[in-house]
């Protein structure tokens, strides 16, 4: 018996640990840049903003306004935004025709490029590259950001789908704190170095390239989109570190009988199709309220927040620093208890207490000038509002599209999903300047309104997904999905009892 026990905790460490091996390869090269890219864009403001006004001196002997700067540099920052768009929106075709782990190894083709641009840009004296370099940089965020939750998802057995899925977000908290790291004017935030630190997202692509080929593709897409059960087993064996377990395949074969006949959606036919109304309504609203609740536009504007809380402009790349540790270890906290608490509280809760510390941090803003202690308990509030939102939206809701959507339609939904979130977060980017000017010290009031709404739409419709099979999830949306149906239906079979009642008691 003792020797069995040995036995089972040796399949389970190797199960653990090729799994955990293939989640660093794909997510240092994947959704690390999405959070790095963001934090790095920080410390270089006032030495890119100079680099524009020296250009457009050299060229054409024009002295810019101020707001001119600020209106490029605002496009240099928010124009990474509409290449995550491009990305996501690439992302679902790219993912059917060359597979889950082709598409993250093709997609540093953009990254590198970037790299190259960013990198060459102050010797060439063009603004212009960076902002090509930006957009490249975002289509890369994007196609991770879409892809790699499901080539996780897809990957994962049942009972670690969410820990592993949720791992994206892990590391894209992670990426956010080395980039915030590294853009320290002691390390590559100063005037001499920017272009190495835009430059410098090539490092986790390079890793990527020589690792991931190593591991497998993911064992659903090779079964039911590539029709190959010999593929698919070989990675499910590689993947698990043992033989496949027959309930595991069982689950696979039954979603490839109902995909088959089906071809890949496309984003629009998902808007017709009435079987997953629900599913769609849900990750509409979630993927829209990650971004519309404010907490990313604390990271491209950070030194600006703390500056307005009253923290003085010496201490600022260090406050945040704080803002990415401090989501970096919700989310590993998050990853702990996802698998307990499951999806709904998490996300539910989460939201919530974002409702609540808006409210607080408007009240501390109103007051900073009165009180003393103020400008401390504003910066508190960002740090508990980011805290929050790590502990359940931020990893959470990239995992539903998984969860929730099958095989056929998961690449289409993640393509919605993701074009909702950079779409959301360009438009937050390009506002919350003006937003803060406008508002002033009640300018998080709409994204505590988000936020509660959010809270009450999770509590109402979205049944929780813990540890369940597509058909289970499935079943549960379908009481929303055909609920008109089902109570027609029932009006009509009481309608028709109620003639036989008739009948019986007149015969």
């Not at 707001?67 to 124009?79: D, G, N, P, Q, R």
């Amino acid at each position: 018996m003792s020797s069995h026990q040995q036995e089972s905790t040796k399949e389970e460490k190797g199960n653990v640990g090729t799994l955990a091996l293939m989640v660093a390869s794909a997510a240092v090269g994947g959704t690390v840049q999405y959070g790095y890219n963001l934090a790095i864009m920080n410390a270089p403001t006032v030495y890119i903003q100079n680099f524009v006004n020296e250009t457009f001196q050299e060229r054409w002997g024009i002295q810019l306004e101020v707001y001119e700067v600020t209106l490029i540099w605002t496009f240099i920052v928010s124009i990474f935004s509409l290449g995550g768009l491009i990305g996501a929106l690439v992302a679902g075709p790219m993912s059917i025709h060359f597979g889950r782990k082709k598409t993250l190894l093709l997609n540093n083709i953009f990254l590198m490029s970037s790299a190259l641009l960013a990198i060459t840009s102050r010797k060439a004296r063009s603004f212009e590259m960076i902002i090509i370099s930006r957009f490249l940089v975002g289509i890369n965020a994007g196609v991770s950001m879409n892809v790699q939750p499901m080539y996780f998802g897809e990957s994962a057995p049942k009972h670690l789908r969410g820990a592993v899925s949720l791992s994206s977000a892990v590391f894209t908290s992670f990426g956010l704190v080395v980039g915030q790291v590294v853009g320290l004017r002691e390390l590559l935030g100063c005037e001499s170095c920017w272009p190495y630190l835009l430059a410098s997202n090539a490092v986790p692509g390079f890793f990527q390239l020589l690792t991931l080929p190593w591991f497998p593709e993911s064992p659903r897409y090779l079964l039911i989109d590539r029709g190959d059960k010999d593929a698919c087993l070989k990675a499910l064996r590689q993947l698990r570190g043992s033989e496949v377990q027959r309930a595991e395949l069982d689950e696979i074969l039954q979603e490839q009988a109902e995909a088959e006949g089906r071809r890949a959606q496309q984003p629009w036919e998902l808007f017709t199709d009435h079987s997953i109304r629900w599913q769609l309504i849900s990750v509409t609203v979630l993927s829209s309220a990650m971004q519309l609740c404010g907490n990313d536009s604390i990271y491209f504007y950070a030194s600006y927040i703390f500056q307005e809380a009253g923290i003085s402009p010496e201490h600022t790349q260090y406050v945040t620093i704080g803002t990415g540790t401090c989501e970096f270890t919700a989310c590993i906290l998050c990853n702990l208890l996802i698998e307990q608490q499951g999806r709904r509280l998490l996300l539910m809760g989460g939201y919530a207490l974002m409702t609540g510390w808006a409210v607080v941090f408007t009240v501390a803003l109103s007051f900073q000038k009165m009180v003393h202690w103020m400008p401390y308990l504003s910066m508190g509030c960002v740090f508990t509002y980011i805290l929050s939102f790590g502990m359940g939206p931020a990893g959470v809701t990239g995992i539903l599209p998984t969860e929730i959507f099958n095989q056929t339609d998961r690449p289409a939904a993640y393509m919605i999903a993701g074009s909702l979130m950079w779409l959301n977060l360009f438009i937050i980017g390009m506002i919350f300047p003006f937003l803060v000017q406008g508002l002033g010290q009640y300018c998080f009031v709409p994204f505590g309104a988000v936020c509660l709404l959010t809270a009450l739409y999770i509590g109402f419709f979205l049944p929780e997904t813990k540890g369940k099979t597509l058909s289970a999830i499935t079943n549960e949306f379908n009481k929303l999905n055909f609920h008109e149906q089902e109570a027609t239906g029932k009006k009509k079979q009481a309608q028709y009892q109620l003639g036989e009642i008739c009948h019986s008691t007149a015969l």
